[in-house]
């Protein structure tokens, strides 16, 4: 199977993840309130675009554009203004944690105009602000494009997306993010809660310490103690690379558009039996040019021939019999399903209760 069959579904990724428990580092599993990733976001202009900017169409631009022009002491008429090389955008960034004022990171530049293309615009700087409402960076720079459009009065091609773009190091942060790491405890927040995996946090970060500084509060959050005249860095850093084993949740992720199946390697199936039937149906269109007689007063037509085919592949009733993974995809390429047969054989399981895992469909 592993050589021919596999070639036969490339459209069907299968992942066979065995083990019904894993040792995972704590900070592979959970996040440290406080320790998570910000948001920033802004509205701003690209310019020097080769004509692909925003249309007359697109208000917005020409009013920012004579606003900015106002500032830098330029009086224009917004209604008078008609250009093509600037481009109205918004910008965003993810800020990482603990970040310190002059820290530079990345930026994301999306057209919310009419453009067609941000290719060789440079964004005019940018303030970046927070949830808040307060001005945390300062964005500005060479717009890189993932993209290109090409086009001419009868064609155009276009790759990718050129109205998406961005700038390496684009932004300066101007004020530190607000952080203390002077409490006295701190949260463990689970990626994916379960109750199982949350008691054994607290079971080891207890064991470690040989206290009771750990209680788990639900089944995404467990609540440490930070001892007295301890450094906080040292403490959470010693937490974070302790070990826990991890209850892994039978699951089957179907992903109906594309046709990817992913399933877990704890996932088990009761001995059921599977029939998949193909209904192949063919119609073939020939139309006829049918002319009068010479010297007629008929007129010339186009007859349409329709010819349909239906034919209906036998298929025999397979029981599948395995328990495991491995077995659940031999019986499956053995009645020689495709990946959406395969897909419609795993809902058919789970309705008729054999199928012993959660199936989520994409």
Known sequence: ???????NYLPLLILLLFGLSFGEKIKNIATIEGNRINYLQGYGLVVG?????????TQFTVKSLANALQKMGIVVDPNRITVKNVAAVMVTAKVPPYAKAGMRFDVSVSSIGDAKSLEGGTLLLTPLRGPDGRIYALAQGQVIVGGYEARGRGA???KNVPTVGRIPNGAVLE??????????EVNIILDYPDFTTAKAVQDVINQRFGHELARALDSATVKVKIPKDTNPVDFLATIENLEVKTSQTATVVVDGRSGTIVLGGDVRISPVAVAVGSLVVKIKETPEVVQPPPLSPGETKVVP??????VEEKKRLVPLKGTTVG?????????????????????AIKEAGALKAKLEVL
């Open 327 to 347: 077995e659940l995809v031999n019986s499956l390429n053995r009645i020689g399903a495709t990946p959406r047969e395969i897909i419609s054989v795993l809902q």
């Open 49 to 57: 675009l080769r004509g692909t900017g925003d249309g007359k169409a």
């Open 175 to 184: 004020r530190d993010l607000p952080f203390d790491m002077n409490v006295s």
């Open 156 to 158: 155009r091609q276009v």
């Open 305 to 310: 021939r329709t010819e349909i085919q239906v």
């Open 1 to 7: 199977m592993a050589g021919k069959d596999i070639r």
